[in-house]
């Protein structure tokens, strides 16, 4: 595709229901990305994928945060039981996930999702 | 503990200015940084990556200086103009093998210029 897209731009839920958020990798990036961004703050990593497998899930802050990728493309963050402490946008990114070598493997993020929780 | 500052409030400048923006951290040995600039409503946008091994990159009116000494990088945009005003986020660079690059990102400093 033309860029990473996300959807929904805006999800508004009630404490203790579930979500989900999906993601749209460019077409041929192996890499995929998951932020998290609250109100004037940074980035905050949560899950990295290489492909379909996830190396790094170190940044998912509990277990009611899980994320999977099917087909080294689309990838889908779900949140079990959101608690209001959980609002924030989500971002994902994407990017070539070769070796470093001689280029900027820079990432390409979505526009996020603004998630409201009630 | 491990942190990335940058200019925590606005920084607001004259057109045809400056602007100069600062990312210091402490208790990382990153490879690289990157900068990325913000817009409302929108991801970031990737702008510029130094390898430690640069002490200065240059991209059209933006420069980046990276001081592995001083743990500092400074981000510079020349002949400012308000289509500038944004977020600029500066990403710590903590490249794995294959292929896998974990950015840890600032709070980013809001920039706006005025006419």
């Given at each position: 595709g033309a860029g990473v897209s996300q959807s929904p731009s805006n999800k508004v839920t009630e404490k203790g229901k579930d979500v989900e958020l999906r993601c749209d990798p460019i077409s041929g990036h192996t890499a995929l990305y998951w932020y998290r961004q609250s109100l004037g703050q940074g980035l905050e990593f949560l899950i990295y994928f290489?492909?379909?497998?996830?190396?790094?899930?170190?940044?998912?802050?509990?277990?009611?945060?899980?994320?999977?990728?099917?087909?080294?493309?689309?990838?889908?963050?779900t949140?079990?039981?959101t608690q209001q402490e959980d609002s924030a946008v989500y971002l994902c990114a994407s990017s070539h996930g070769l070796a470093r070598t001689q280029y900027v493997?820079?990432?390409?993020?979505?526009?996020g999702t603004r998630l409201t929780v009630l | 503990s491990q942190k990335i500052e940058q200019n925590s409030e606005?920084?607001?400048?004259?057109?045809?200015?400056?602007?100069?923006?600062?990312?210091n951290?402490?208790?990382?040995?990153?490879?690289?940084?990157?900068?990325y600039r913000q817009d409302p409503g929108r991801g970031p946008v990737f702008l510029l990556l130094?390898?430690?091994?640069?002490?200065?990159?240059?991209?059209?009116?933006?420069k980046v200086t990276f001081d592995t000494t001083l743990k500092q990088s400074l981000f510079h945009i020349t002949a400012s103009q308000p289509a500038d005003s944004a977020t600029y986020l500066c990403a710590l660079d903590l490249?794995?093998?294959?292929g896998y690059n974990k950015l840890i990102f600032g709070a980013g400093t809001r920039l706006a210029v005025h006419p």
């Open positions: 290489q492909g379909n497998s996830a190396p790094d899930k170190s940044g998912l802050p509990s277990d009611r945060f899980s994320a999977e990728r099917t087909g080294g493309s689309v990838s889908t963050l949140i079990q039981r493997d820079e990432q390409f993020f979505g526009p | 606005a920084l607001n400048i004259q057109e045809g200015k400056t602007a100069t923006l600062t990312c951290y402490t208790n990382y040995s990153p490879a690289y940084l990157q900068w130094i390898r430690e091994n640069e002490k200065e990159k240059r991209k059209e009116r933006l490249s794995f093998s294959g």
